[in-house]
């Protein structure tokens, strides 16, 4: 181990005194900075693999970053991201200067009781900024270095590679590991359930998707062969010669609050944008007065639930469903969900791994961030159903399609597409019927610089403000002054900036709401630089 590690890692040497840290989305900076990283999470991903006896996944990306970063995320067996405790021996490994590394590897062996001599398997794949492949093979490096068996998959979406290692894993029972066992079984699913949609026209087939540039757009491409026309998708931004994410994708829709540059939107055409590596999706469209309208992972959530919701009466199966949200959660979806669809909500922090282990609670558990990253849990126990009566039959067998459609390990922008598509072609529902099931309440988030952001620390699903003290004494006295009011703070998980979010019933309160919050953050957690100025 100690001199070939040693050996090997000094062709792919580590800067002196850089620091990184394994966040939410694993690591995430510049690409020049990366190279010792993919290489020493090679090292990890063999070990993990001798840990847990089964394939790991590393997924070369930076998902709705600039495409001058890049990125890796550590993918467990299930198709889950990696376990908390191993996250921080990621950041020790990644972070470890050259002449420690051999001993910091040493250290997790003995702790963790691994078995060197056990077989190791590791499944990569990469997005398609110029630098993912130099760095995917440094990753290639690492495993191989340690004696780990390699699938390369090239370029892949990142929840094509969570299947991946899932289906490895499960030995068949959740799909094939090739990508064309993932085309398949989605798109048998999808074209088994849109032949229960009524009167389904050419129009309504047709499907704007903006590709932001980046790999989605390629397998969408491989994909649509698969769907027999069922879905009519006119591809944008497909990265023949755009830059990746740069005014396109989900990110820049999301928080722009506008179509994506490179997109021809005729009035009430049906629009969606993946981000980078394709776990995120936001749908939208222009009304025939030109005004823009979004369809945030909310809006998503409360579709998919309220259908699945129907199924399960449907079929007779008494089953609890709930949806889980974060705080940046809009109010009014909330508020639909729990008072007149009685789905049992959920709230937890932001970030994906919170969500997804809320949802694993419940019978049938719906995730999706605002941003449009999110999935369905728990739903393969329901295939064994035998219905007996005819109604209750059909409602089973569409439940079963909808089940293969969803990618359980991971959201999936191309899976979480078709699903929506599906859904709103069995309800024979357009875009704005859809889009009109409850208004969102106007909002508004901010970001104030401050010098640490360890000032902050919140309680009750980060939607109260522990520390410093009378900052939420002060948040509440300023939310009470509007209508339909609600606003937060939290500080970022990865640079020293407090995020503020704010609603209320008209987006004049809101703007007002969420400056009026950013100068208490200002004054009262050590704001640094100009002070936060009022919206225009």
């Not at 990569?124 to 490096?141: E, I, M, N």
């Not at 100068?519 to 100009?530: N, P």
Request: proline letters at 3%; one cysteine or more.
């Amino acid at each position: 181990l100690d001199s070939k590690a040693s050996q090997k890692s000094m062709l792919h040497p580590k800067p002196k005194g850089l620091m990184l840290q394994y966040g939410t989305a694993g690591f995430r900076t510049t690409a020049k900075h990366l190279d010792h990283v993919m290489f020493r999470m090679g090292l990890l991903a063999t070990l993990r693999s001798r840990k847990t006896k089964s394939t790991i996944g590393v997924m070369v990306t930076a998902s709705h970053n600039p495409e001058e970063d890049n990125g890796l995320k550590l993918i467990d067996p299930m198709g889950e991201m990696v376990t908390p405790s191993w996250e921080g021996y990621a950041t020790q490994l990644a972070n470890a200067e050259q002449e420690v590394l051999c001993s910091a590897l040493k250290d997790i062996i003995e702790k963790e009781t691994i078995n060197m001599s056990e077989t190791a398997s590791v499944f990569v794949g990469r997005d398609t900024r110029p630098s993912s492949q130099r760095l995917s093979q440094a990753v290639l490096d690492g495993v191989s270095c340690l004696g780990g068996q390699i699938q390369d998959y090239g370029l892949v979406t990142t929840p094509q590679l969570h299947y991946m290692v899932r289906c490895r894993n499960t030995h068949g029972c959740y799909g094939t590991d090739t990508l064309q066992g993932y085309y398949q079984k989605l798109s048998q699913a999808f074209i088994e359930l849109t032949k229960n949609a009524r009167n389904h026209t050419d129009d309504q087939k047709r499907l704007l998707v903006d590709g932001a540039n980046g790999i989605g757009a390629l397998k969408v491409r491989e994909l649509e062969a698969c769907l027999q026309s069922e879905l009519q998708m006119v591809l944008f931004n497909d990265g023949s010669n755009g830059k990746l994410n740069y005014l396109c994708g989900a990110d820049y829709v999301k928080v722009q609050q506008k179509p994506p540059q490179g997109i021809n939107m005729g009035a009430g055409e049906r629009c969606c944008s993946f981000d980078g590596d394709a776990d995120r999706i936001v749908y939208y469209y222009n009304d025939s007065d030109g005004s823009f309208h979004l369809l945030d992972g909310d809006k998503i959530a409360t579709l998919i639930s309220t259908y699945l919701k129907e199924l399960l009466t449907q079929a007779g199966l008494n089953l609890q469903i709930a949806v889980v949200q974060t705080a940046y959660a809009n109010g009014s979806s909330t508020q639909y969900l729990e008072d007149i669809m009685k789905v049992t909500v959920s709230c937890t922090k932001t970030g994906v791994k919170h969500l997804h282990h809320a949802a694993q609670k419940f019978d049938i558990g719906v995730y999706f961030e605002a941003n449009g990253h999110g999935t369905v849990l728990q739903l393969s126990e329901f295939i064994r159903l035998k219905a007996s009566v005819d109604e209750k039959k059909h409602a089973a067998k569409l439940l079963e399609n909808t089940i293969n459609l969803i990618n359980q390990a991971t959201g999936d922008a191309i899976s979480d597409m078709l699903v929506i598509e599906a859904v709103l072609a069995i309800r024979g529902m357009t875009v704005q019927e859809w889009d009109s099931i409850y208004t969102d309440l106007p909002n508004r988030q901010l970001t104030v610089k401050v010098a640490d952001r360890r000032m902050i620390d919140t309680a009750d699903a980060e939607r109260r403000a522990v520390t410093p003290a009378g900052l939420q004494d002060s948040i509440d006295a300023l939310v009470k002054k509007y209508t339909k009011a609600r606003a937060f703070v939290r500080p970022s998980g990865t640079e020293d900036l407090v995020r503020v979010y704010a609603e209320a019933e008209t987006q004049e309160s809101a703007d007002v709401l969420a400056h009026e919050v950013s100068l208490a953050v200002y004054h009262m957690a050590g704001g640094v630089g100009e002070k936060p100025k009022p919206l225009k």
